[in-house]
């Protein structure tokens, strides 16, 4: 089985100021993690992706994620958010199993 | 990135009708699809995975009767909501794979369903 908690449910934060949305997980074979956005109405898009390698990835719009096997993590920051960066997002995970398990996602406000 | 195109966006529907949800990928061939439903300020839920030419497998809790999941061909996976009533009214959101559990889901629009 596989799981993911995002523990924030909302996080505000101020125009050019830096965040971080918190991600665990659990399964028991490897993972593969996936941080997602979702505009207000509209499906999900790709932030970024950790299949392997590297534990810091990089991704569109300024984000990047951590990996951190120990703590069973997978972080997503950005240095400095913008108003447009205002949406849901969502942590995921798959690993041995087809089907892809969400997060309860994290709402991103950002105050202008 | 793969392009996956869902319709309708939009629709509302009486009471004891049915809907149908067109989930296609545009630019890819995708021999798994999967069709979630997304209560608001909440997750996405998995509904069902659907597999071209077999029969779809459903999450348990989830009515295969009233669900109604066909994919047809490589390229097409439909929803259809039969008997449809008000608390079936939700976003669904379909996404599809080009291969294995590693890459990455690519997601159709949504279908905000409002069933008055």
């Known amino acids: 089985a596989q799981s993911v908690t995002q523990l924030d449910s909302q996080v505000p934060v101020f125009e050019e100021a830096p965040v971080e949305l918190r991600c665990n997980y659990s399964?028991?074979?490897?993972?593969?993690l996936f941080w997602y956005v979702q505009y207000p109405n509209q499906g999900l898009q790709l932030l970024l992706k950790?299949?392997?390698?590297?534990?810091l990835v990089k991704g569109i719009n300024g984000f990047e994620a951590e990996f951190n096997k120990s703590q069973t993590s997978f972080h997503l920051r950005k240095p400095s958010v913008h108003i447009s960066d205002t949406a849901e997002y969502f942590c995921?995970?798959?690993?041995?199993?087809?089907?892809?398990?969400f997060g309860t996602g994290t709402k991103l406000q950002v105050i202008p | 990135g793969a392009v996956v195109s869902q319709h309708p966006s939009r629709v509302i529907c009486k009471s004891g009708t049915s809907v149908k949800i067109e989930c296609r990928s545009l630019?890819?061939?995708?021999?798994?699809m999967f069709w979630y439903r997304q209560f608001p300020k909440q997750s996405l839920m998995l509904m069902a995975t659907?597999?071209?030419?077999?029969?779809?497998?459903?999450e348990q809790g989830v009515e295969k009767d009233k669900f109604l999941i066909n994919h047809a061909s490589l390229t097409l996976s439909t929803l259809t909501v039969t008997s449809a009533h008000p608390e079936d009214s939700s976003f669904y959101i379909c996404?599809?794979?080009?291969?294995?559990?590693?890459?990455?889901?690519?997601f159709g629009q949504g279908t905000r369903l409002t069933v008055v």
């Open positions: 659907s597999n071209e030419g077999s029969k779809a497998t459903y």
């Open positions: 995921a995970v798959t690993g041995g199993y087809q089907k892809v398990t």
């Open positions: 950790y299949l392997s390698g590297s534990t």
């Open positions: 630019d890819f061939q995708a021999t798994t």
């Open positions: 996404s599809a794979r080009v291969s294995g559990p590693e890459t990455e889901a690519f």
């Open positions: 399964s028991s074979v490897s993972v593969y």
